[in-house]
């Protein structure tokens, strides 16, 4: 009871304080002045209320006498050698103080304590990514955020990300810069290759463009895409390669390539890292895209987010390790 007593005190206090100020000529009033009423109420000395605020003892006290012509009431009263509050002003004291603290903290970010987090964050990538990047976050995310819990939400393209779902997300992995509304960052770099199963009967003959274009291929449309983007290259080469299978993800084509005779031509980060478990062969192709650039977005709402921010700065440590 007397919990709920106080609350409701402390509630009809700011209405009083909001009262005050409503009474008040706003087109007169500024935070300063509001700033200088805290530390004379605080002090109940112009002089002490002066130091506090960093002002002269002529502008606090000019401040004191606009304070007194817009609230209507003297605030500070001499009593013999000091000065006294007056009634009103004792009411205001604990409210107003109150009432600042509050605006202070709309100019500074909540902290964000990763110890103690127990916030879920949204990540879209394809599945290359999770591949290479989720194994080493979930490792420095366990290692100072135990209750943090990532999920990795299915892959939208451009084409299909709509602003409803984009404001679900907090961080999305993708070559490109198509995700309106998102900041871009670089994250890693990777370039191209051709992946076989060990034992492959044209392996070494691969490296030629005309057993390539013989070669029957593994294509990777992943969701929202309209082909593989290897194919779209090519074709700008006008040059079109054997398809024989559509799989929607990177994964799936190095699985199929190391159970039969098809090929694969994937990132080759992707290739090192599952080579040995799948028994996989990395054959350099007889035609170079280029390099390929993976980027972080992220909400440009969030970007003064602390949460994101934290987040942000552990992927990038990620990338920044690939490099090396």
């Known amino acids: 009871m007397l919990q709920i007593i106080v609350r409701r005190t402390t509630f009809f206090q700011s209405m009083l304080c909001m009262i005050y100020i409503r009474s008040m000529n706003l087109n007169s009033l500024d935070l300063n002045l509001l700033v200088a009423l805290d530390a004379l109420l605080r002090d109940a000395s112009v002089s002490r209320a002066a130091m506090r605020i960093g002002l002269s003892q002529p502008a606090t006290s000019h401040a004191l006498q606009r304070l007194r012509d817009l609230i209507g009431d003297p605030l500070l009263v001499r009593s013999g050698a000091r000065m006294e509050l007056t009634p009103r002003a004792q009411a205001m004291r604990a409210p107003l103080a109150q009432a600042l603290d509050q605006v202070r903290g709309l100019f500074v970010a909540d902290a964000f304590d990763a110890a103690r ?61 198509a995700f309106k509304g998102f900041y871009r960052q670089l994250l890693y770099t990777d370039s191209d290759a051709l992946a076989v199963r060990r034992g492959h009967p044209a392996a070494a003959r691969l490296k030629r463009r005309e057993e390539f274009l013989r070669a029957r291929h593994v294509a990777v449309v992943i969701r929202g895409q309209r082909a593989d983007l290897i194919d779209t290259w ?52 007889p035609l170079d895209p280029g390099i390929d650039e993976q980027y972080l977005f992220t909400p440009t709402t969030a970007q003064m987010d602390p949460g994101s921010i934290w987040l942000r700065k552990l992927t990038l440590q990620i990338g920044k390790e690939m490099k090396t």
Request: proline content about 9%; aromatic content about 6%.
């Open 234 to 285: 090519l074709l700008t080469k006008g040059i079109e390669r054997r398809i024989a299978l559509v799989v929607p993800g990177y994964l799936e084509a190095l699985h199929v390539a190391a159970r039969t005779d098809l090929v694969a031509f994937v990132p080759r980060r992707l290739i090192a890292a599952l080579a040995k478990p799948l028994a996989l062969a990395t054959i350099a192709p």
């Open 117 to 177: 987090s127990e916030r879920t964050f949204r990540l879209m990538m394809p599945d290359l990514a999770v591949e290479l990047l989720v194994p080493p976050l979930m490792q420095k995310v366990g290692a100072v955020a135990p209750n943090v819990r990532i999920e990795v939400v299915p892959w939208r393209g451009p084409a299909i990300f709509s602003a409803e779902f984009a404001r679900t997300i907090d961080m999305v992995i993708s070559i490109g810069d």
